[in-house]
């Protein structure tokens, strides 16, 4: 059963960093996720920053962050492999800030969930660091989102058939080379568009698109072309065979 989620502007940013917060209980969340992880699969997690220029920060912002932070959560304690990368125009420009397997050692599921939020310390450490000197081997000229679903299919491929993709696209859809949307339309007309794309399949993964519409520099599209650029990247994702889309415009936390 495949599922699709879209929204548009109306819907409101919950954004939960999933670091070490004083007064959350994570111990007792972290066991409700453990729960809710897959039966003899791991975990191969993709997060691709879109950094062409409408995309673009000199220092990673608290937003992206706290989403790498949540999903890095997740797959650590579910097990399995972290990759996150910031890219621009084509597959060849894209730079790893993070790419390890997320292991948590311990005799016991206390033991081991315990440690989580110390290793996702770690990794938001690491990414924030390797952030501005990745940006400035990518070229901000253009922006090639669909790149990012060849390259998954390549990832989870080296992985192993005993790993469950979930791709996480944080980018404002404005995608500008290859098939695309230009002009506001309806989003059943952008969907359709973005089903010609050729893009491999993806099956059984989780593939999330967000920020769309959203720009860090320059004018934000109008509300007609940001459902138009909703439907057409549900149009690529569905075009993938992916068992889960998620298409939004503010991230929301746990889906």
């Not at 420009?93 to 790419?99: E, F, I, K, P, Q």
């Amino acid at each position: 059963m495949r599922t699709y989620i879209l929204f548009s502007l109306v819907f409101v940013a919950l954004l939960v960093g999933c670091g070490s917060q004083p007064g959350v209980d994570h111990l007792s969340v972290d066991k409700v996720t453990l729960k809710s992880c897959p039966k003899d699969m791991r975990y191969a997690t993709k997060i691709d920053l879109d950094v062409s220029g409408s995309g673009r920060t000199p220092e990673l912002d608290g937003p992206r962050l706290n989403i790498i932070k949540e999903q890095a959560r997740t797959t650590a304690i579910c097990g399995g492999h972290l990759l996150v990368t910031v890219f621009s125009a084509t597959s060849a420009a894209t730079v790893a800030l993070y790419d390890d397997e997320l292991t948590l050692p311990g005799a016991t599921d206390n033991a081991r969930l315990r440690r989580v939020s110390k290793l996702i310390d770690d990794i938001s450490e690491k990414v924030t660091a390797a952030y501005p000197p990745a940006i400035k081997k990518v070229s901000p000229a253009h922006s090639d989102i669909t790149a990012q679903f060849r390259l998954a299919a390549e990832y989870r491929t080296q992985l192993g058939s005993d790993y469950r993709l979930r791709l996480v696209i944080l980018t404002d859809g404005l995608q500008t080379v290859g098939r695309r949307v230009t002009t506001p339309i309806e989003i059943a007309q952008a969907r359709a568009v973005g089903m010609t794309v050729n893009v491999p399949r993806l099956p059984d993964a989780t593939v999330t698109v967000a920020g769309v519409g959203k720009v860090a520099a320059g004018s934000a599209p109008s509300s007609g072309m940001t459902n138009a650029l909703i439907g057409f990247w549900d149009g690529v994702c569905r075009r993938s065979q992916a068992a889960q889309c998620t298409i939004v415009t503010d991230y929301i936390a746990g889906r």
